[in-house]
C-alpha cells in the first residue's frame, strides 16, 4: 500500500515466469451497474493437472491496476497443475469503493466454485493469491468475510502483501468515502481465529509495506493455531525490487525476476504440502 499503490500496476508482469505461453480464455463472471467483470483461465498443463484452482487478485491500491499483472504467475500455477483464475475486480473511483472490490472478490468465488466451467474441481480447493492492495483483499475476503454461508479459501498466498490498511488510513478511508470504518477491515486488527494456511513472499527491505506487517500476521497465525510459512528475501524491497531507492515499476525500478521465479515455486510446494497432500 501507500506510494507503493499509485503505480500501474500492468507494469508488473516481472512476476513469476514459465516456458507457458498459451493465452487464456477470459470469461465474463459477474455483471455489475459499472459494467461487466472478466476473469481470465489459465488452464493446467494436462501432464501435471489437479482438482485445485487458484485466484489471483492483482495490486494497485484499489485504484490501479489490471489482472495482466498476475499473469505470468497464473501460467507457472497452471504449469504446476492449477487452474488459475487472474480476477479484474472494480476500482475505486468517485463512485466505487473498496467495498465493491470485495463483493467482487466474493463473486469470483463463488463463481469458481460453481461454474459448470470448473466442473472437475473440487470446491474445497479453491485458493486466494494477492499482491500488495490484492493480498489484502485477499485476506479481507476472510476476516471481514463474504457471506457466513460460505466455506473459506483452501490457503492464502501472498507477495508483498499491503495489509496496514491503518497505517495508510487517510488514503484508505478516503476510498471508502465514509461507507464503512476502516478498522472493520483492518486483518491485523480483527482477525479472531486461524485463517486457512499461509505462505507469504515478502521483500526484508520493503520500505512501502515493511515487512514487519507480514511476520505479525504470522504471530497471530500461530498464536490461533494455524499454518503461516514466511519467505523473508534478503536485500529486496516491494515486490521483490532489487533497486531499494525506487520500489515501484517506473524509470529506475530494477525487478529481481530469479526472486520473483523462486518465490512462484515457493507458493507451489507450500500447496503441494497444504492442500495436496492427503490430510
Known sequence: MGAGWTVLVAAMLFIGSTDVARAPETRVYRHTGHGALEAHVFDPAPHARTDAAILLFHGGGYFTGSPAATFDTARAFAEAGFTSVAVEYRLSNDRITPLEALADACAALDWVRSDPRFAGLDRSKVILYGVSAGAHLAVNSITHGCRPDRPPPAALLLFSPGLDVLGHAPRFAAQLRGRA???????????????????????AADAIDPIETSQRLCRLQRQFGG????????GRGHLLSRSLDRQVPGPGFVPDREAARRADAFFIRFLREQVLAPQ
Open 227 to 234: 499454518v503461516c510459512r514466511l519467505d523473508a528475501v534478503p
Open 181 to 203: 470504518d476502516p478498522r472493520a477491515h483492518a486483518p491485523l486488527e480483527t482477525m479472531a481465529a486461524a485463517l486457512p494456511p499461509i505462505a507469504i513472499v515478502h521483500g
